[in-house]
Structure formats: C-alpha cells, structure tokens
C-alpha cells in the first residue's frame, strides 16, 4: 500500500466534466498499477460514466459531494460557502492526507484560493506559484508563476526558481535545468525594479543553475528551462502563447483551403504539418501543479480532454515518488 | 514649401545601413511629391548608395556626420559623447525644426534617450511612449508603451491611451479606435496594483473608446485597437510575438520540407501561404513612433529594409499632415 498513490479527480470540474474526467482516470488506473483515484462529484453522474469502461474496481472510488463550483463564480465565497463540492471536498482530502493529490480543470482562481486556505503552504513557502509547462521548439519549459497573487516581491521570485528547478528536473526529468528570469534586455542592469532586485539574488542562490536574463523573444526556442517572473507577466507570456499559436494556425489552416490547388496541396502536407502542431500543444505534458502547497493540487485546462487528465495523474505519480516536496523543503532548511 | 515634409533619415543605423536606408529614403521621395530627405552620416558612403539610382535631386540632401553609434553601446553614454554622429544631428535637426521627424533603425536606446533628452517632451506629457504597431488576424493595433522607462504610474497610462487613439485614428485611419488594458481577467477587480488604479481613470477619461480589460490571449485576434500596458509588459508582449511566430513559422516550415510527398504539397500551397504569412508581418506598417516628443521620432526595426524604410517616412507625412501633436495638446489642456 505504501507504494499506492492517491489521487483525487474533481470530477465535475472543467468543460467536459464528468464524462471525460472520469475517462481520463479509469485511462491512468489502467495504465498504472499503483495508482488509486478518488472521484469526487455527483455520484449518479459519475457511475453512469463509469459503467461505459471496465477497469479494477478497487482502484476507483467515488465520493458523493451535493456541490459544484461553476467556472464563473467568484473564488474565495465558492471555497468558503461551498464546503460540500466537489473541488472542497477533493482538497480536504489532500489535507488531511487521505489523498495525496487533487487534480482539477475547474475554476482556476478557486484552485488557487482552495489550493492556499484548505491544502495551506509548506512551512517557509511565502508564496505558493502556479508553474504551467509550455511548449518550445525541441521541447518544454516551465513557466512560474501564472498564479492569481501579483505584485510579487523578490524573496518570491527566488523561491519559485528554486521550486521550479526541483520540478523540472525530478519530474519532468530535465537534469540541471536552465533558470532565466523575464527581461527587456539581456544585459544585468536592464529591468525594472522587481528584476533588478532579484537578478542579484539569483546569481547568488546556490543549488540552481541560473543563467541569467531571458527576452521573451528566446522563449519559444526553449533558451531555457525554467522561466521565472511574477505572476502578471506570466500570465500574459502564458495567455499571448495561446493567443498567437492559435491565430497563426488558424491563418494557415485558411490559406490551405483558399482553392483546389492549396487543397491538394494540404492533402499531401496534412500529417506532417499536424505532427508539428502536435509537438507546440502543451497538454500533452499535463497540467499546471502549484507548487508550495503540503499536498499536490494540479490545474489542468478548463477544456481538458481525458489525455492530459491521465497525464496529470501520472505526474503526481513521479512528484510523490520523487519525493518533490521533501526536496522543496530541504532547499528551505539549508538557508 | 509648406507643405513639404522634411524627414531626417538616419542613414548608419541598424543592420542594413547605409544601402537600406538610402534605398527607403530614394523610394520615399519617389513615391510622393511632397516629402524631402535629409540622409545624415558618412557622406561618401551615402554618396556611393545614392548613385545607384534617378531621383529628384533637390529633394534629398546629404548632412554629413562623422559618428555612428553602434547597437552594442551603452545609450545614454553615446548621446552625450557622440555629438557628431548621425543619430544626434539628426535629432538636433528635429529640435531646431530644420526637419520634422527622423526615422532610424539604430540603437534602440539611443533613439529613446535621445528623443528625450534632444527633441524633448511636449508639455504636459508626463512620459513619451514607444508604440509599435503589431499584426492582427484582420489588421493591427497599437501597443503602447514598449519603450525603455518601466515601472509607469496610472497617470502615464491615462496620456498612453489619449495619445495611442489620436495616432490609431489619424495616421492609421481606425475610426474611434477601440482602447483596452492589458490584464490577467476581463473583470474589473482583477490585476496588479497599476491595473486596478488605471483602470477607473481609463474609464472616465473623456474622448477615447475604452472597452476595459484585454487578456493577452485576445490580442491576436484584434480584439481592440489600441493596447496599452506599462513598458515592461509592452516589451514581453512584442517580443514574444515576435518569438512565437517566428519559431511557428519555422516549425511549420520544417514540416513541409519533411519528404518528397510534403515537398510536392509545399509547392502547392506556397503562394497562398506565404500571402498569410506576410499579413501577419508587421513592418508593413513601418516603425514604431515615440510619441509626446515636441518633434516626431521614429523607431524602425534594427533589420530594416528599404520598404520598411519607406513606409516610416510615409507615416511621418501623415503625422504631419493630421497635425498629431497639435491633437495631442488638446487633449492636455481640455483637461
């Protein structure tokens, strides 16, 4: 047992919720022998969906909560007045250790809010970060913090490349990984007064590998492996990423079908073009954990289909077994 | 004479100078009737260029300089020493009104501090703003502010907004030009410190079409006119669009090369695809001005070529002609 990993699925959180939700799980507990989930949401609901699949019944589990909490709602009143819903629920779970992971694709600022109030930071973590992978040209890199809490301070930013080192190297298995901080320029005295104030500290914090300013220009080509910057220009790097990728394949989509010629030409190209796109798709590479947090909540997509919900259980496979927020711990202690 | 427009083209800076320069100042004074060009640098060098092509000679003339200032150099340090270069005369000849504007492709902080320090602000205006034009699915907005001063106030954004809509509507004939900031959440309550201060202001400040919060995902997609951010952000936002297309655009390319079947699909499609491709290409829209100075000040990318060159003079004439800062200083004295 002591090798079981449980995981909550907030089944009726996210566009596709509870149908692929629930195949998303039924998917990693196929998969992994040593993976238990806890479905968390209307019950009725959930076997319905559980009865389209065979899988090991002892590794399912459902937990009946009355609630949902819908995507528009505002936050802190969901997480405090909602105690019998699915996401509440699911994190009092991870708190009281009856779980060791929650993963959601619903409301992302109550993720946040829950993940902080109910889960509540490890001890010395100022500030728990959302750290969303991204996808590069030959790879990804993990971006944090895409959180919620803006106007960070610098002490902040040093934590969360701390953070976001032990993630991208014990999970995601990237050895020694690239730190960079977002900047204006390259040069040390470029930035504002955030930057300013944490580039030093980062030159001097021992146990990352951190190489200095990185131009949002460089992202994409994947300069590095862990981009670190506070939650406002995360979140707007996160957000552009989508925006542009999205706009540009739908501009080439169109051009392929302007007349006969360019369909006939983009029968020819179509698996090869979808192959790269395939490879610049993040969610492929799971949800976004936050990380800081006693227990692991991950974030996915609000439209995540079964795929990245299974891939996001088999990361809180590797983060518990990598032992991640002990080693987040240790880099608190050796201060 | 008074309705010619007399441009000061930088003819050393950036990647192409002096042939690019010279060749966008020649096409320039070609295209329209009412534009004279002043190439200030090496003069032999300029000389040598010009004497490739037939051009009405009374409209360009030659200022000789015996410095350039390179891109690598620290640009406040370059301005105050480099008195003779052809980036300062030409900002000299904008302050003394021997010239109405000067377009550059040069050290991007030089040409900011220089604009500063040189030509000046107009008064009332707290801070100048660089404010390229970027690409969008159906046309372009306006980003405003990426220049080089971060860390603004609400203040500075309120007169980024004004002076943004004045430049969207008269020099690139967008009829009341949609104004959004850029933020983490289309809701009020959301962003950072400076989001939530501007936010009321934009709202009540009389003579622009404010629309509320942009989330960077929406920029792509036009879904307003004129962006406007703090530099910092400003400068992450065009660089990452820049480095996400690019990097696309690549990929997308790599996989029509992938074999013969693909390669046959490629020829196919190109002309369609390259059509596209070139509608999302911002320097068709010529360089980014620094607007609040006293005279105008044009940005062109460092890579430049001659057509870039000439749109930057052809929207300097427009500058002129819709009287720009004469709108802008209405805007502060209704106040």
Redesign the interface.
Known sequence: MSDMIRVVVDAMGGDNAPGELVKGAVQAVQGHETIHVILTGDQDAIKEELAKYSYPKDRVEIVHCSEVISTAEPPVNAIRTKKDSSLVVGLQMVKKGEADAIVSAGNSGAILVGGQAIVGRIKGIERPALAPVIP??NGCSLLIDCG?N??ARASHLVQFAQMGSVYMEHVLGVKNPRVGI?N?GAEEEK???L?KETFPLLKECPGINFIGSV???????GVCDVIVCE???G??????????????????K???M??L??K??????SS??K???K??DGSQYGGAPLLGLKGLVVKTHGSSKAREVTTSIYQCESFKKQRINEMIKDYLTDK
């Open positions: 590069t040209e919620a803006v106007d977002v204006i930035g504002n007064a930057v131009e949002a220009r460089d992202i994409p080509a939650a406002f220009v979140n707007v790097i996160l957000k552009l990423y989508e925006g542009v990728g999205s706009t540009l394949i739908h501009m080439v169109g051009s392929l302007k007349n010629k360019t006939i030409g983009a029968a020819l190209i090869s073009l192959e790269t796109l490879a610049f």
